[in-house]
């Protein structure tokens, strides 16, 4: 068998190259499947950094909760494809069908595009972190900010002697 880019040449009969067949099918649905979630890391990594460019008033932060939320949703179903494609691997118990599917994927590019993935899940990961950081330091000012009002309505009270 020969794998290339765009097509493979396998020389053996219909039945025995059913499962050699069907593991290029898994590779390559991989393969769309990894592209697929590059293209959507890109344009929500391209939407959170337009929000977080946007300059807004005082609760403009908390607006970036919903963005943290969409962004950690979508990192929490990569991380799940991802198990479940390792764990698919495993099951792979016949040593021949383990290179072939091994080879297959690196010569389609499935790790390339896993590599892109699982960089641009770091980078959302981090994004996430810090726009849960700004949203946590503008609650904590608004907090701060209301005691720091009450405190004034009480001194008001108190030097007004209606307390």
């Not at 943290?68 to 390792?86: A, G, S, V, W, Y």
């Not at 297959?104 to 899940?121: H, M, P, S, T």
Request: aromatic share 12%; charged share 25%; with cysteine.
């Amino acid at each position: 068998m020969v794998v290339g880019w765009i097509a493979a040449f396998l020389c053996d009969t219909p039945e025995g190259a059913t499962p050699t067949v069907q593991l290029l099918v898994y590779a390559n649905m991989q393969l769309l499947e990894f592209r697929y979630y590059d293209t959507v890391l890109s344009r929500v990594l391209e939407r959170v950094y337009s929000s977080l460019d946007k300059r807004g008033g005082l609760f403009a932060r908390w607006r970036l909760a919903r963005e943290t939320q969409n962004l950690n949703k979508i990192r929490l179903d990569l991380r799940e494809l991802t198990e479940r494609i390792d764990n698919s691997i495993k099951f792979l118990s016949d040593m021949f069908s383990a290179r072939l599917y091994r080879m297959a994927a690196g010569k389609i590019g499935v790790d390339d595009y896993r590599r892109l993935v699982e960089g641009k899940l770091h980078t959302a990961g981090d994004l996430y972190t810090f726009m849960m950081d700004q949203f946590h330091a503008s609650r904590g000012f608004v907090l701060e900010l209301l005691v720091v009002v009450i405190l004034v309505i009480e001194l008001a009270f108190l030097f007004r002697g209606k307390v």
